[in-house]
């Protein structure tokens, strides 16, 4: 059982940069794979970033890569997702998740747990 808290959102102007930090409990965090997700209004969930357990594989979707950093700390227990360059179309809900694998995938339905969300909010 893993439980997740996601901290760090907020409203920013864009432009600007925030980072995002999810805390996990549990001994086991260094075996599962993390992943970002976002949902904005009336939209459907969607895939962010992810890490792998070991954090030597990162993964992004084409709308935030060069923009959105993914990394985690084991030892903490924490994965954080820095986020620069923020643009209005970034505004939503943002969720951390957990998988029991080694490679983390791009599809909510393969994570096994997830925070509460933060929301994230980029003024024009």
């Known amino acids: 059982q893993v439980q997740l808290v996601e901290s760090g959102g907020g409203l920013v102007q864009a432009g600007g940069s925030l980072q995002l930090s999810c805390a996990a409990s549990g001994r086991t965090f260094s075996r599962y794979a993390m992943g970002w997700f976002r949902q904005a209004p009336g939209k459907e969930r969607e895939f962010v970033a992810a890490?792998?357990?070991?954090?030597?594989?990162?993964y992004y979707a084409d709308s935030v890569k060069g923009r959105f950093t993914i990394s985690r700390d084991n030892a903490k227990n924490t994965v954080y997702l820095q986020m620069n360059s923020l643009k209005p179309e970034d505004t939503a809900v943002y969720y951390c998740?957990?998988?029991?694998?080694?490679?983390?995938?791009?599809?909510?339905?393969?994570?096994?747990?997830w925070g509460q969300g933060t929301q994230v909010t980029v003024s024009s």
């Open positions: 890490i792998s357990w070991s954090g030597g594989s990162t």
């Open positions: 998740a957990a998988a029991p694998r080694v490679v983390p995938g791009k599809q909510w339905y393969e994570y096994d747990y």
